[in-house]
DNA sequence: ACCCATCATTATGGACGCAAGATCGTTTTT
DNA sequence: AAAAACGATCTTGCGTCCATAATGATGGGT
């Protein structure tokens, strides 16, 4: 294999994925902070203490690092969530109860995550919205296999109220990231569950 | 006053207000079109067929002039949903329901004001996060207005139920702007008025 | 009173500086 | 000698400003 040489005690492929795991906190923390437009790649490399030229080798450009940092919340999001699901009785209320626990109590536990998967998603271009629906999908989907056989319900129809589930948990943490008096975690928690529960007939 | 003079069978309000409209009818369509991001003023005072220096002296910059066409959508569905909801029978589900109808199908009549009510928001800066969040506080007062007096539930809990249906429909609608095949209308009217009716026990 | 020259006001288009993205060459480090 | 950092360079779009053209008011000559 042409692989380079090592270099500073790492291969190739370690320098790779160190400049792009630094690259990765770094616009973690600083899309978070001052947001994404006001992110520019300088700061973006100073912070990872990377050259301007080993930015274009890692990512194709801003938004491309962006998608990158919200794939990455999205998947630790939904590993968790699924594994609370999976530890909660066999039962689709209490399971799906877990889950939405689970996806409020793990989203805002660092508020870095919590506004860059519902704010900060929107503000790069359109790959980033076909992104988000991916992401939405992913969520809609474990919902419904969640809930197996649910009586009487067309499968359109038990989608859109998915969907309409995901968009209800989106504004409540909306709230929790803009608000000047966050709302208690419980309380999101207890109005998410509500509507569920009502909504599906629970 | 020194109110300049007439240009054009126009006084100088009449001309700025011309010009103002003409940028907001082309944002109108632009932004919805190729986008906030996308959109450069250069293109913006072309389709408006307006001198570059004449923007500014209109708007501050792309922002203020998103920020405007954001506006207009809001107040113009506002009115048409409070319209929908007076004239409905003075029951609060049955005035509900007549309002979401009216939301979900005055927003989609024009797909350019859906897709900006739901998608362009996001892009711009802090500024217009604001501004949402002013806009999503309008439809909650709407609801709990119309709601009038719910029984045992907390005031704060309310809102948050609120919100979580302002977040479902907005969700829902974003489905309708993105997918290859939209979901019908009625299916998404019917949905919402499903969620509501069920969580907030009608 | 009418008409045309002249001037003030207004609008347009382009020029300019600036900031940031993206690429490339040079120097320094290993 | 390979690899990375640093700086230079080009491009694009924002925001400001100036020179030019278009329009309306003013005044003198007939």
């Known amino acids: 294999m042409a692989t380079g040489r090592d270099y500073r005690g790492m291969t190739a492929e370690q320098r790779l994925a160190d400049r792009r795991e630094r690259l990765l906190t770094a616009a ?67 399971r799906i109860q877990a889950g939405i626990r689970e996806y409020i109590t793990f989203v805002t536990r660092d508020a870095r995550r919590a506004r860059i998967m519902h704010l900060e998603v929107r503000r790069a271009g359109d790959i980033l919205t076909g992104h988000r629906q991916r ?46 008096v966050p709302p208690p975690l419980e309380n999101l928690i207890e109005t998410a569950v509500h509507i569920f529960r009502r909504s599906f007939g629970y």
């Open 135 to 180: 992401a939405v999908t992913d969520f809609t989907t474990i919902i419904e296999e969640t809930l197996g056989d649910l009586p009487e319900d067309l499968p359109e129809w038990t989608h859109l109220l998915s969907l309409g589930m995901v968009g209800a948990i989106q504004e409540l943490l909306i709230e929790w990231v803009l608000a000047d």
């Open 28 to 94: 973690y923390t600083l899309f978070a902070g001052a947001g994404f437009t006001a992110t520019t790649i300088e700061r973006l490399c100073a912070a990872a203490r990377i050259s301007n030229r080993a930015f274009y080798e890692c990512f194709t450009g801003r938004e491309d690092l962006m998608r990158a940092v919200y794939d990455r919340c999205v998947q630790e999001t939904l590993l968790t969530v699924a594994k609370a699901i999976g530890e909660a009785p066999p039962d689709p209320a209490r």
